[in-house]
Structure formats: structure tokens, C-alpha cells
């Protein structure tokens, strides 16, 4: 089993840019998760998606940043246009099912200019 | 989800036991108490996690106690590779949302 994958481990981009990060999770795993995590504000879950329908995005900060995912092994995080206080690392986890068990990936660092 | 109260930081000697504390006394009756833990640049790990009975894997164990406002999670035989931040969640009722709170930072020592 690989575990959840994301790619790119690191993204260096200047203000104004847009910025796409994508997940691969577990296979089998019907449920994804996009979490931030900074110094000031710890870990934050951004989005949550169940059978690739979005369910919860309350975590989402503005209009700046979305999300998709449109088949079960796929997922983007998407910021456009990036702003310097988006720096942080974004995670994402995968689960079984509603209720399971997270597993995360390596996470992606993201630093804008 | 109900708040939980770990403390900020924690030692540990190489070889012993880690007993981690995590205080939850607004848990509900039908949230879990999950535990994770995240090494320095690395992803959370989940651990463990229980209801009401006290659990073991191969990696930890989790004493929650009969009011379950409080639980430990115990590390046996805790190695250098057990330093991390170990986080205690309450939830998951909601389709298994997890709110990470700050964590306790395990420093184990040789």
C-alpha cells in the first residue's frame, strides 16, 4: 500500500500565482480531507469530501482557494490567486469510509513570495 | 466536538514508559477519543483510538477512565523515534471530523 500521496512536496511561487496541489489517496478510501497546518493556527481541516461529492468546505478560508475531486483517486486543492499568508503545509488524509480512520500524506509545502 | 486539555510538553527516558494525559470533560456519550501523533516534518500518524473500554495495538494502549473525562494514552517502552506531538481528539460523530488541538510535545531521551 503506498499511503496517500501529494505531490509537489514543495511549491516556492511568487504572490499573485496560482497554486495547485494535488492527492492521490489510499485506494479503496471513499472519504478525502484537505487540511492547513501553520505555527499560529495548528492543523485546520480546510474541506472534507465524501464518494468525490464535497460535504463539508466551512473550513475553507475564502474564494481564493477551492477544491475538487473528480473521480476517487484525485484530488486538487487549488489557490489562485496565492497570497503570502497561504504559506503553510497542506495535508491530505484519506479513510475507509464516513467515521474511519484518517490517514495522511506527507503533506505539501507551500511557501508564496 | 468536545475541547481537550493536554499538557504543553513532556520527558521521557528511552526505555520507559510514556504516559501521555489528555482531559476531556464535555465528552459526549457517542464521541471517541482518538489519538495521533506527528514527527517533525511528517504527516499525523493516528495511533489509536476508543470509546469506552481501554484498547492496545502494537503501538500504544489507552486507558480512559469510567466517567470518561480523561484518558492516557501509554507508550510502553517509549525510543527516540517515539519524539513527536501527540495530539488527543475528541469526535468523530460527524463523519469523522477531527479537530486538532495543540498537542503535548514528547521529547524522548537517552
Known amino acids: 500500500d503506498a499511503g496517500v500521496i501529494q505531490s509537489p512536496r514543495h511549491e516556492v511561487t511568487e504572490m499573485g500565482q496560482e497554486v495547485t496541489l494535488r492527492c492521490k489517496p489510499i485506494?479503496?478510501?471513499?472519504?478525502l480531507f484537505w487540511y492547513r497546518q501553520t505555527m499560529m493556527r495548528g492543523l485546520e481541516l480546510l474541506i472534507y469530501f465524501n464518494n468525490n461529492v464535497p460535504i463539508d468546505d466551512s473550513g475553507m478560508p475564502e474564494d481564493r482557494f477551492s477544491a475538487k475531486m473528480p473521480n476517487a483517486s484525485f484530488s486538487t486543492l487549488k489557490i489562485q490567486p496565492s497570497e503570502p499568508r497561504d504559506s503553510a503545509v497542506y495535508f491530505c488524509?484519506?479513510?475507509?469510509?464516513?467515521?474511519?480512520?484518517?490517514?495522511f500524506g506527507p503533506g505539501t509545502r507551500l511557501l508564496v513570495l | 466536538d468536545a475541547k481537550t486539555t493536554q499538557p504543553t510538553s513532556m520527558d521521557c527516558a528511552e526505555g520507559r514508559a510514556a504516559n501521555l494525559p489528555c482531559n476531556h470533560s464535555t465528552i459526549s456519550g457517542n464521541e471517541y477519543v482518538y489519538w495521533y501523533r506527528q514527527i517533525h516534518s511528517q504527516g499525523p500518524q493516528y495511533i489509536i483510538h476508543?470509546?469506552?473500554n481501554n484498547e492496545t495495538n502494537e503501538m500504544a494502549s489507552l486507558i480512559i477512565t469510567e466517567d470518561r473525562k480523561s484518558s492516557t494514552l501509554i507508550l510502553p517502552h517509549a525510543t527516540l523515534r517515539d519524539t513527536a506531538v501527540y495530539y488527543c481528539i475528541v469526535g468523530g460523530t460527524s463523519y469523522g471530523k477531527l479537530t486538532f488541538g495543540q498537542g503535548t510535545i514528547l521529547t524522548v531521551h537517552p
Open positions: 476508543g470509546l469506552k
Open positions: 485506494s479503496g478510501h471513499n472519504s
Open positions: 488524509a484519506s479513510s475507509r469510509g464516513s467515521g474511519e480512520t484518517q490517514y
